[in-house]
C-alpha cells in the first residue's frame, strides 16, 4: 500500500494539538528512545524541547560524530531550465513570471558539469522546473549520462515521475532522487498549487518509494518550510520517513529543511520558521533518524550554516547557483529563489576545515563508508 493511502492528516492534526501537553521527562524520555511510531518521536516538536535546545544539541552532535563522523558532503545543484507550466505561488520559475527562461543544451549541460568540477565538487544534483516539451524523461536520462562521466555522484530533483521514468535514469546512472512534498497539509498544498502536473497531491507523495522501486540508491525528502505550520510538517515528514524506513530499505534517505527564500514573485510566508526553530527540527530529526543523512542548503546564511554543522548535518551546498548556465554564463536567466550564503566552494571548505571538519568533493557512498568504519573503529 503506497504511502499516500496511509497517511492521515487528521492523524497529523491531533498529534499537533497534542504538543503543548508534554514536558520536560517526556522530552527526555523520547530523546532517549525515539521509537518508530510518530508518537515516540513527537515530544521533540514541541514548545518543552524548544526550551531544551542546549541539551538536544549536544545529543544531536554526539549522535552525528558517532555514526558519521566529523565529514560533510559537499554538493552543488545544476539547474537545467526554468521553463514551467506549473503555476505555484511560492517559486521563482512558476508559469507567467516574466522572467529570463531557458533550457540547456546537453553541450551546455556539460559545460556547467566541467565548470563544478573544476571547483572539485564531484557530487552533483540535477535540477529542473517542469515542462514536459523542453525536459523529457529522455533529456533527463542523457543529462544524467552526461553528468554522471564528469561527476561520481549525480542526483535528479526533478518533476515527479513514473516508475519506468525512474528506471531509465536508474540505468543512466542516476544515484540519488530528492523531492519536496513542498507542504503535506492537502488544503495548503491545493491553494499552492494552481495550475500544472504538479498540482498532483498524491502522485507526488508517492513519487519517493516509486523511484527506490526503480533501484535509485538514494532518496531526499523535505516540506518546504513557511507554507503550513512546520510542526504539522514535521510530523508528516516523521511519518514519511518512518514508511520509507520500512518499505524502501535498501535506499538511504536523506532530509532538508528549506526555508522559503525571497523569490521572483514576491511570496511571503505565511508561517515563517525561525533560527530557534530550524535548530529544533534539526536537532529532533537526528535524534529520531540517527542514520539518515541531513542536508543543508545555501537558502540559508553563512554565519548560520556555520553555526548549524555540527547539530547533525551531513550534506552541504557549495557555490551553488539557482538559474540555469549559472556557472559557466551567470546572469543569462532568471533563478528560482534568491541564495544566502555567497560563499564559494573553496571558502566553505576551508570553513569546514576551521571548525573541525573534514570536506568530502566526492559520492556519499565514500563518506558514509569511510564515516562507519571511523565508527566501529571507536
Known sequence: MPFSQTFDAELINAAVGRLPYYDAPDVRAAARAPGLTLQGAAPLFSPAAAGMLEELAQQAHDLTVARFGKTIALYAPLYLSNECVCTCTYCGFSLGLDIKRRTLRIDEVIREARALRSQSLRNILIVSAEHPKFVSAPYLAQCVREVKSVAQYVGLEVAAAGSDEYSDYAAAGCDGVVLYQETYHPQTYAEHHLGGPKKKYHWRLDAPERAAGAGIKHLGIAALLGLADWRFEALSLVSHLRYLERHCWKSQINISFPRINQAEGGYKPIHPVSDAELVQLICAFRIAAPSAGIVLSTRESAQLRDRLVALGVTHMSAGSRTEPGGY??????????????????????????????????????????????LAAIK
Do not use: C, I
Open 328 to 373: 559557466s554564463e551567470p546572469g543569462s536567466a532568471g533563478e528560482q529563489f534568491h541564495l544566502e550564503d555567497q560563499r564559494s566552494v573553496e571558502r566553505v571548505a576551508q570553513r569546514l576545515r576551521e571548525l573541525g571538519y573534514d570536506p568530502v568533493f566526492k559520492d556519499w557512498e565514500n563518506m558514509q563508508f569511510q564515516a562507519t568504519t
